[in-house]
């Protein structure tokens, strides 16, 4: 029996009411953040229903974002609160993004220079060899170095952690708007290439296995970025 149950559903709109009836147990706490759903046929005799009603209504809820999927199993997605900042708010938001990015990506670092495959320091040296002045290239690249490193540290934990902070903090359109102004062109182009610097400098002291240079080179990295953002972006 599953921990949470259902009454059957009405034929009308059946995958739509059975999409309601989760949506309204998420919102309440019934299934809480990273709770797996039920199997779709635990939920099809549940709901009185048919799979494919059931598959259509998981889907929708995967679409919406309200669930995710994690192998074969579809879980109750793990919100992160909106973070929404404006004007000089903005370096206020830089400065939590690093204070995050602190805490987290060292032990990730230390964690992958320990842990990490061949092929995966293979990838990450790759990575760190791209050279680009493009700033939605370069940011592309920020993006897979940061989360190679994070995969590679044998936690999925502490990764799924990483990818979700980035994710909601780097998706903001505030923080964007610094990077792409054009009065900081010239300055965003020197973190770009202190960024690439970096990049190499890590990659270099984890492929060698090298724990406290790698860890030293991402503290000095994050603290040279954040430093050139809160103090010279406008």
Do not use: W
Not at 68 to 89: I, K, M, T, W, Y
Not at 95 to 101: A, G, K, M, W
């Amino acid at each position: 029996m599953s921990p949470t149950s259902f009454n059957p559903v009405t034929r009308q709109t059946v995958s739509a009411e059975i999409r309601q009836r989760l949506a309204d147990a998420i919102h309440t706490g019934q299934l809480a953040p990273g709770t797996p759903l039920p199997a779709e046929r635990v939920l099809c005799q549940e709901f009185g229903v048919a799979r494919t009603s059931v598959r259509e209504a998981i889907q929708g809820l995967v679409i919406a974002g309200y669930l995710e999927r994690r192998g074969n199993r579809s879980v109750v997605a793990e919100q992160l609160p909106e973070v929404n900042f404006a004007g000089d708010d903005r370096k206020a938001l830089v400065t939590q993004l690093f204070e995050v990015r602190q805490v987290i990506e060292p032990a990730i670092v230390e964690f992958a220079t320990k842990r990490a495959t061949d092929t995966e320091r293979e990838e990450i040296a790759a990575l760190a060899a791209m050279v680009t002045s493009d700033l939605e290239e370069f940011r592309e690249i920020d993006r897979r170095f940061h989360a190679a490193l994070a995969r590679a540290c044998g936690n999925p934990l502490l990764h799924e952690v990483h990818a979700k902070a980035l994710a909601q903090l780097f998706g903001s359109g505030e923080f964007s708007s610094l990077l792409y102004a054009e009065v900081n062109r010239a300055e965003v182009l020197e973190i770009i290439e202190s960024s690439t610097t970096a990049h190499q400098a890590i990659a270099e002291a984890l492929v060698k296995g090298h724990t406290r240079k790698a860890v030293a080179a991402v503290v000095a990295h994050l603290d040279d970025v954040e430093r050139r953002m809160v103090e010279r972006l406008l």
